[in-house]
């Protein structure tokens, strides 16, 4: 569900547009404090993004009904058509 490799960031250059989530720590259920990661599900060379630490979070929170709608929309393109 999130994918089979995690890609922790060591130094950042371009933070995006979400400047927080790559550089504030993540507060876990149990209070303490964890550096973000994003995950990644690789396939040969099919490589999708399947969230960060937030959506692990956010989703035992929730129940796991806000992370599973979110992957159900990609937004690359499907090339093999």
Known sequence: ?????????????FLGSDVAGAVELVRMQDGTLKKNF????????DIKERGD???IVNQA?????????????????????
């Open 1 to 13: 569900m999130f994918g089979s490799h995690k890609l922790i960031f060591v130094k950042n250059r």
């Open 38 to 45: 994003i995950n990644l599900q690789f396939e040969n060379f």
């Open 53 to 55: 630490l937030r959506d």
């Open 61 to 81: 929170d929730t129940g796991g009904t806000t992370l599973e709608r979110a992957n159900e929309q990609d937004d690359v393109p499907d090339f093999n058509n």
